[in-house]
């Protein structure tokens, strides 16, 4: 097989959860367990740092790994989901894993893991750990997939736990209330390892105190050190920080989410220098302002276009949606345009309540099944007082936007992450 023939071997024989949602889901460990043993236990080769959390794993993940990789240490990254190449999820230095260590591994391996049935997230993670271990990493920065107590990433023994923050996001797996969402993030809670938890509420905070206490685990809670003093944005749209620990830190990444984000990871670097981590000022300082460059991060507030300014954004749920609609008011624009796109499995209408009414909407639908129809997204929309028209791809929602928007209008893509990638990968390739 070549490449493209691995990857739709592995999206068909072990469905992908972007695709097809709840029906690509494994409760429990058992499979993660028995391809641990067969790979002789990878994970345990190298050190590992563990991220969970409802919105902004992605970017701490990628924020410590570039922090990490400024101090010399050879960093893995595993995350996901990817938005345009497989490869995204699985990197060393920045680098993807190459096409030929994924058709090894299936071509390999399938005669053992075809009876196991895997799903294709727990296959990709035993293919992440082996190639971490293979290539001898120092450490890796393991994002959870989905949850914590029960995910397939739930086998490491990190050095440190971040849960960034709880909201409601996948509950029919994770549970329909805050404390019960907590209680599986919290399962990646392990005895006597560190655990900074980045935000929140009266429900979520009880229960990360009493996991950490069963399993004897400093806790840390971000928000109450304020170790962020002060945030404001600079004359091209990064970050400029005040902190306690590092003046004038600039960050790369924009949105507005980046400060809940900072402030966890000033926590998170106390901590892993407390545990033995070497890594000095400038490396803090060149992670966070070259993050992207470092690891690859796209589709975080990122801007793709100016005059008109283009911007794209992979928040998904009502919990990183507030976040884009709080900074979309602050813009200066002429007119707003919405390019969006949702999954059907999502808290649509809790979305839909949030965004603007006075702008012009592009209803689109990404190429997943999981794809909400984008004359359904208009139709429930409208129940909002959006009005717009629907569009059958992300390419042509843009392209009709970019006809209507004049040179000072703004344009803003997102709504899933699916969206974002369709967006990536058919009008700004790179």
């Keep these: 097989?070549?490449?493209?023939?691995?990857?739709?071997?592995?999206?068909?024989?072990?469905?992908?959860?972007?695709?097809?949602?709840?029906?690509?889901?494994?409760?429990?460990?058992?499979?993660?367990?028995?391809?641990?043993?067969?790979?002789?236990?990878?994970?345990?080769?190298?050190?590992?740092?563990?991220?969970?959390?409802?919105?902004?794993?992605?970017?701490?993940?990628?924020?410590?790994?570039?922090?990490?990789?400024?101090?010399?240490?050879?960093?893995?990254?595993?995350?996901?989901?990817?938005?345009?190449?497989?490869?995204?999820?699985?990197?060393?230095?920045?680098?993807?894993?190459?096409?030929?260590?994924?058709?090894?591994?299936?071509?390999?391996h399938r005669a053992f893991f075809e009876p196991l049935h895997p799903s294709f997230f727990e296959l990709t993670t035993a293919m992440a750990f082996l190639y971490f271990a293979r290539q001898q990493v120092d450490v890796a920065v393991i994002e959870v997939g989905l949850g914590g107590r029960l995910d397939c990433t739930n086998i490491i023994q990190p050095d440190l736990c971040i849960i960034t923050n709880i909201s409601f996001d996948h509950t029919q797996f994770l549970g329909n209330t805050l404390e019960q969402i907590a209680s599986e993030k919290a399962g990646i809670i392990k005895p006597h390892t560190p655990v900074v938890i980045g935000e929140t509420t009266p429900e979520t905070k009880a229960v990360f105190l009493k996991k950490a206490a069963s399993a004897d685990a400093p806790i840390v809670f971000a928000e109450e050190e304020h170790l962020l003093t002060e945030a404001r944005h600079d004359e091209d749209g990064n970050y400029l920080y005040q902190t306690t620990d590092y003046a004038n830190l600039k960050g790369k990444l924009g949105g507005f989410c980046q400060e809940k984000?900072?402030?966890?990871?000033?926590?998170?670097?106390?901590?892993?220098?407390?545990?033995?981590?070497?890594?000095?000022?400038?490396?803090v300082r060149n992670g966070f302002a070259q993050v992207c460059e470092l690891t690859g991060l796209k589709g975080r507030w990122q801007r793709l276009a100016s005059r008109p300014t283009v911007i794209c954004d992979t928040g998904h749920n009502v919990g990183g949606i507030q976040y884009i609609v709080k900074q979309l008011s602050l813009q200066h624009y002429r007119r707003l345009h919405i390019v969006i796109g949702m999954v059907n499995d999502k808290d649509i209408n809790g979305v839909l309540s949030l965004l603007p009414v006075r702008a012009t909407y592009y209803f689109t639908q990404a190429s997943v099944k999981r794809a909400l129809p984008a004359e359904e997204m208009k139709r429930q929309a409208a129940a909002h007082g959006l009005s717009g028209n629907a569009y059958p791809s992300v390419k042509e929602a843009l392209q009709a936007a970019l006809s209507q928007a004049g040179k000072d209008d703004f344009i803003f893509i997102g709504g899933s992450s699916f969206i974002v990638a369709d967006l990536l990968a058919t009008c700004y390739t790179s």
């Design 1 to 108: 097989m070549n490449y493209q023939e691995t990857l739709t071997y592995l999206y068909t024989s072990a469905p992908l959860f972007q695709q097809v949602g709840k029906d690509a889901y494994k409760e429990g460990l058992e499979n993660t367990y028995t391809l641990d043993e067969h790979f002789n236990h990878p994970h345990r080769k190298f050190h590992t740092i563990h991220v969970a959390g409802t919105n902004g794993k992605g970017s701490c993940s990628h924020t410590l790994a570039a922090i990490l990789q400024s101090a010399g240490y050879r960093v893995g990254l595993y995350t996901s989901p990817h938005l345009v190449d497989f490869r995204e999820r699985i990197r060393i230095n920045g680098v993807p894993i190459p096409q030929e260590f994924v058709i090894d591994f299936v071509e390999k």
């Design 261 to 283: 984000n900072t402030n966890t990871l000033l926590s998170a670097i106390r901590r892993l220098k407390q545990a033995g981590y070497q890594f000095t000022e400038t490396d």
